[in-house]
């Protein structure tokens, strides 16, 4: 049981997180004319932390 409890409080930690970091003040820091190998930088700063809250989400379901 609390197991199951501390995992939940992880995944609403993660949640939180990633609502955080895509949220406009952040996001403007990304929104500029800069790119990577031609890649805008708002765009690898998006599909990046999206996946990186997959993982970790992944990570503290499977552990």
Avoid: H
Wanted: charged fraction near 10%; proline fraction near 3%.
């Amino acid at each position: 049981m609390i197991k199951a409890t501390l995992m939940g409080q992880r995944l609403v930690a993660v949640f939180v997180l990633g609502c955080v970091l895509a949220n406009f003040p952040v996001l403007s820091i990304f929104n500029d004319d800069g790119a990577w190998q031609g890649i805008p930088l708002l765009y690898l700063y998006v599909f990046g932390l999206w996946a990186a809250v997959i993982v970790l989400m992944a990570w503290i379901v499977e552990r």
